[in-house]
């Protein structure tokens, strides 16, 4: 099993930044892979961004240059860096876990980010 910690949310004007953070416990050895979601009332989850053990990263193309996201594999930590926020980055952010293998994602408990215009 894998637990996964974020923090980080919060409120922010439109322009301003937030860092948001996520912390890896249990079988860590067992992740490939790391990434954030979002997710807003009646919408799907959607990727924002993730990050492999390579630190090979991938985001989804609305998200790049204005989001980073980085990881601490000596501390099982994933960060994402928002910069230029805007009221529709809004949402419910989860940090998610893809193991090896034929085994479902982990995922957090989810961290509010509310941008105010």
């Known amino acids: 099993q894998v637990q996964l910690v974020e923090s980080g949310g919060g409120l922010v004007q439109a322009g301003g930044s937030l860092k948001l953070s996520c912390a890896a416990s249990g079988d860590v050895d067992r992740i490939n892979r790391m990434g954030w979601y979002r997710q807003t009332p009646g919408k799907q989850r959607e990727l924002v961004a993730n990050?492999?053990?390579?630190?090979?990263?991938y985001y989804a193309d609305s998200r790049q240059g204005r989001f980073t996201i980085s990881g601490d594999a000596a501390k099982n930590m994933v960060y994402l860096q928002m910069n230029s926020l805007r009221p529709e980055d809004t949402a419910v952010y989860y940090c998610?876990?893809?193991?090896?293998?034929?085994?479902?994602?982990?995922w957090g408990k989810g961290t509010l980010v509310t941008v105010s215009s």
């Open positions: 998610n876990a893809d193991p090896y293998g034929r085994v479902p994602p982990y």
């Open positions: 990050i492999d053990k390579l630190g090979s990263t």
